[in-house]
């Protein structure tokens, strides 16, 4: 979508998904854990369906007594993405490297838990000039104070906040293009009431194709 005129595009941002785990969300008390989970998996199969490249971390998940992978809904959505495991809360130092290997500088970033591991990560980004947006619907912090907190931290740093369906949008403004058709499954899916609305659209934009054949 080379004429789209907002900051984030689909050919110039990358998501990274910082340790959305088990045993790492349950300590998350900043959102509802189904909330969280439908949030994740509807960002990533929107990712996915517009092949968006996708950076996925994990912390401890190998190596251990005990395993930690990502989250259901998140593996299920990006099955073809192996996370990169490591053994710091930053995840940058790990994760450089295959964020620079897409060539892009806008990153679409969110991570449990919001201000520990998301914000060292987004603010050693920021350091060495990237665009950071969190996507702060997709992050969970161990208390409502402390992802706020750490929201706070990140704007102050420099990054922008943003919810999955914000980035959605700002993916595919022209609803009338093929791109836009590739995310309605999963908004409708994950989408809560802007999901109604598009499961609704599409069923009038049907009924106009069956009358008019």
Same mark, same amino acid.
């Given at each position: 979508?080379?004429?789209? /005129?907002?900051?984030?595009?689909?050919?110039?941002?990358?998501?990274?998904?910082? #340790?959305?785990?088990?045993?790492v969300?349950f300590?998350?008390?900043?959102?509802?854990?189904?909330?969280? !989970?439908?949030n994740?998996?509807?960002?990533?199969?929107?990712?996915?369906?517009?092949?968006?490249?996708?950076?996925?971390?994990?912390?401890?998940? $190998?190596?251990? !007594?005990?395993?930690?992978?990502?989250?259901? &809904?998140?593996? #299920?959505?990006? /099955?073809?993405?192996? /996370?990169?495991? @490591?053994?710091?809360?930053?995840?940058?130092?790990d994760?450089?490297?295959?964020v620079?290997?897409?060539?892009?500088?806008?990153?679409?970033?969110?991570?449990l838990?919001?201000? !520990?591991c998301l914000?060292?990560?987004?603010v050693?980004?920021?350091?060495?000039?990237?665009?950071?947006?969190?996507?702060?619907?997709c992050?969970?912090?161990?208390?409502?104070?402390?992802?706020?907190?750490?929201?706070? @931290?990140?704007?102050?740093?420099?990054?922008?906040?943003?919810n999955?369906?914000?980035?959605?949008?700002?993916?595919?403004? #022209?609803?009338?293009?093929? $791109?836009?058709? @590739?995310?309605?499954?999963?908004?409708?899916?994950?989408?809560?009431m802007? &999901?109604?609305?598009?499961?609704?659209?599409?069923a009038?934009?049907?009924?106009?194709?069956?009358?008019?054949?």
């Open positions: 979508m080379s004429d789209n /005129p907002n900051e984030i595009t689909i050919d110039n941002s990358v998501v990274v998904l910082v #340790d959305h785990q088990p045993w969300a300590s998350v008390k900043s959102i509802d854990a189904g909330l969280l !989970v439908n994740l998996a509807g960002l990533a199969a929107s990712a996915k369906a517009l092949d968006v490249p996708t950076v996925l971390t994990t912390v401890g998940a $190998e190596g251990g !007594v005990l395993r930690d992978p990502s989250i259901k &809904g998140l593996a #299920d959505a990006l /099955p073809d993405v192996t /996370p990169i495991d @490591r053994v710091s809360t930053n995840a940058w130092e994760i450089r490297g295959a620079e290997a897409t060539g892009r500088r806008t990153l679409l970033i969110a991570g838990w919001t201000e !520990v914000a060292q990560t987004a050693s980004a920021i350091a060495e000039g990237y665009r950071v947006f969190f996507v702060s619907d992050s969970g912090g161990m208390s409502v104070e402390a992802h706020e907190d750490a929201k706070t @931290r990140l704007v102050q740093a420099g990054a922008t906040p943003i999955w369906m914000a980035v959605i949008c700002e993916w595919t403004p #022209d609803f009338t293009t093929e $791109e836009r058709n @590739r995310v309605n499954p999963p908004v409708m899916e994950h989408g809560s802007a &999901g109604l609305a598009v499961e609704y659209l599409v009038q934009t049907d009924l106009v194709a069956q009358t008019e054949s």
